[in-house]
């Protein structure tokens, strides 16, 4: 039978049968139920994921009473902040203050009343959900202080401190500049970043530039969390010991101790699996984590960078990300535009990728043709500046003689692109929307009229030229040509 995710995870740890099978009957359809027969097993699972969200715990058993269970508990951050309540024997008043100066949460006598053991339960989980939802509310509003913080700050020069940072982000957008005194104020913080935008828009590039900016020491470590189940998640980040699992012949460091004094790059956060998700909210509350197959504990001394270009609100909202992660992870959020939004950096960027290109292929720099420029800009570019660079790389290589880069291989990729982005009774603008060509209910336009305005329109966006504006049409220029000098005689025939 399925086992259903919502409901609550309660470990029972008892060492009589009786009462294990009697409270797993009672709670078995509110409850997803662990049970154990002992201390030991009662430590194993309490830290086993999925960790429950509260244990019964028997005082009197044999080898490892209830008190000294629950003094390990509350030693380890991994159970600390698990509530327990005590099954106790009736009358047992010395028991019952003992585990309260323990760190247990309330008792129950036995024998159990069905109703009792319900309203236990129900009180301590609910207060939990309270003291959670309390300190969720308290990390959105520091989060919110630490980014108006830091807004004030890069509001109040308009010269970077370390402009040497920012390198390697070719911009002259005033929005990328604004991006890059935010990020000169919140690097030296060491609260989490979390970067937002659309693929290939360069979120390596801003955690490098943080790292940077950061004056830490160490170095900047990317992984992409993208396909790591929760096993290959926690080897990669936490590492292991000698002998942890099958095939671990010696100890591995993780990236977490590979970082260590510089700066960690979580990329595909939004990938990232519901368990770890788990482990990685651990790890930014207590600021330690376990390697494989250790109990000593270890201490992150790392700046953390995360990345996404999933809409996180959108997985919150379904379910599929856990927002006290979220909060935790965006005390800084950077948003970055895509490249249809900075149009004044793709003159720029074609330079810089010419240039690199050239370099890369040991050939002459070309020179780009004022035509190349305005087709680009009037391209939506879903792929950003990635798509961009990958462009002027295949036509530096595809170019055969000349100082000056040839078009046709730029145009032939563009038409088809849009050719295949093409939706039934619709086009996608220079902004990348979706604009109709005709009202669902209002009256169709003849062939000759759709394709006037379709010219037109072309031709305007291009400035003019014949030759974007065919590619922005997705037909060759004579057959322009020929649309061009129908629409003239059209147009001079209705003056006569």
């Known amino acids: 039978m399925a086992v259903d995710s919502d409901k609550p995870r309660v470990l029972i740890v008892d060492d009589e049968r009786l009462h294990l099978n009697m409270l797993n009957s009672m709670l078995k359809d509110k409850y997803q139920i662990k049970v154990g027969i002992n201390g030991v097993q009662a430590l194993e699972r309490a830290l086993s994921e999925p960790q429950p969200d509260l244990i019964l715990l028997d005082i009197k058993m044999p080898d490892m009473d209830g008190f000294a269970v629950l003094q390990k508990l509350r030693k380890d951050p991994r159970s600390r902040g698990i509530p327990v309540i005590f099954l106790t024997a009736m009358d047992a008043i010395e028991d019952e203050a003992r585990g309260f100066e323990t760190g247990a949460v309330d008792y129950i006598t036995k024998p159990f009343s069905s109703a009792i053991v319900h309203a236990r339960i129900k009180n301590q989980l609910t207060l939990q959900q309270s003291i959670k939802e309390t300190l969720m ?281 849009r050719s295949t982005a093409y939706k039934t009774d619709s086009l996608v603008d220079g902004d990348g929307e979706i604009v109709p060509l005709f009202q669902a209910h209002g009256q169709l336009p003849t062939l000759e009229e759709a394709e006037s305005v379709l010219v037109a329109e072309a031709m305007r966006r291009s400035g003019g030229n014949q030759g974007i504006a065919a590619t922005l049409l997705g037909i060759s220029r004579p057959a322009l040509n020929r649309r061009l000098n129908r629409r003239l005689r059209h147009l001079i025939a209705n003056k006569k």
């Open 137 to 417: 509310a308290q990390m959105q509003a520091v989060a919110l202080e630490k980014k108006v913080g830091a807004l004030q700050r890069s509001l109040t020069s308009s010269v970077l401190n370390q402009p040497e940072a920012f390198s390697d982000i070719v911009s002259n957008s005033s929005r990328m500049q604004a991006v890059f005194h935010y990020m000169e104020a919140v690097s030296g913080t060491g609260e989490p970043v979390l970067v937002t935008g659309e693929t290939g828009v360069g979120k390596e590039l801003i955690a490098k530039g943080l790292h940077r900016s950061s004056g830490r020491t160490g170095k900047l470590v990317s992984v992409n969390l993208a396909g790591l189940d929760d096993v290959a998640f926690s080897d990669t980040l936490f590492g292991h010991k000698k002998g942890a699992f099958i095939g671990a012949n010696q100890d591995r460091k993780g990236f977490i101790s590979q970082a260590e004094r510089g700066t960690l790059f979580l990329d595909e956060i939004g990938d990232l699996a519901p368990a770890s998700q788990i482990k990685l909210l651990r790890l930014l509350q207590e600021g330690i984590y376990y390697p494989l197959g250790s109990d000593t504990p270890k201490t992150m001394d790392v700046n953390i960078v995360a990345a996404t270009n999933r809409d996180l609100n959108d997985m919150m909202a379904r379910g599929d990300f856990r927002q006290d992660l979220f909060f935790r992870l965006s005390a800084h959020n950077i948003k970055l535009p895509p490249l249809r939004e900075r149009q004044e950096d793709i003159g720029l960027l074609t330079e810089h990728f010419l240039k690199e290109a050239a370099i890369a292929m040991d050939r002459p720099i070309l020179t780009p043709p004022v035509e190349l420029i305005k087709l680009l800009e009037l391209y939506s570019f879903p792929g950003n500046v990635r798509e961009l660079r990958a462009l002027i790389f295949d036509a530096v290589a595809q170019h055969q003689s000349g100082s000056v880069l040839s078009m046709k291989s730029i145009q032939k990729t563009i038409e088809e692109r």
